[in-house]
């Protein structure tokens, strides 16, 4: 099982990201969990200085901007 990790306040960006990350999953028909780290201690723990950000299986892989399903698809194979 995959663990998709968004990284954010909540805020309007954030939610956007959570939901291109969970479209993406679904279309690979992967087994996920999307966790939403909002503190920020917990999101400076994993050296994001910037959000939103993405992680997969605890490794970020986007910091700072919003991708697409299609760009967060090849993150998840």
């Known amino acids: ?7 954010g306040t909540g805020c309007p960006k954030c939610k ?6 969970e479209i993406a999953a679904k279309e690979l028909g992967i087994e996920y ?3 939403k780290i909002t503190q920020i201690n917990d999101i400076m723990k994993m050296g994001v200085m910037m959000t939103p950000a ?5 490794v970020v892989k ?3 901007k919003v991708v697409s ?8 194979v």
């Open 33 to 35: 969990q999307i966790e």
């Open 54 to 58: 993405l992680a997969v299986d605890g």
């Open 62 to 64: 986007v910091v700072g």
């Open 1 to 7: 099982m995959k663990k998709i990790q968004i990284l």
């Open 69 to 76: 399903p299609e760009d967060i698809r090849t993150m998840l």
């Open 16 to 21: 956007k990201l959570a939901e291109n990350a």
